[in-house]
């Protein structure tokens, strides 16, 4: 099964920028790697809120 992704083009202030390279490197995951976990425990986490 492949996952399909949607090509998004934003703007991140650069503190917030050093910050997801720095978690990716230390993670050792790419920077779209990182963005998708960070946003996948957010989302779950903001769905158990909802469910509770």
Known sequence: MT???AQ?????VPVNH???KEQA????RSLTAELN???DE???ADEQVKTA
């Open 8 to 12: 998004v083009k934003f703007r991140v």
């Open 25 to 28: 490197k230390k993670n050792r």
């Open 18 to 20: 050093e910050w997801l």
């Open 3 to 5: 996952t399909q992704y």
């Open 37 to 39: 976990f960070i946003l």
């Open 42 to 44: 957010k989302r779950k």
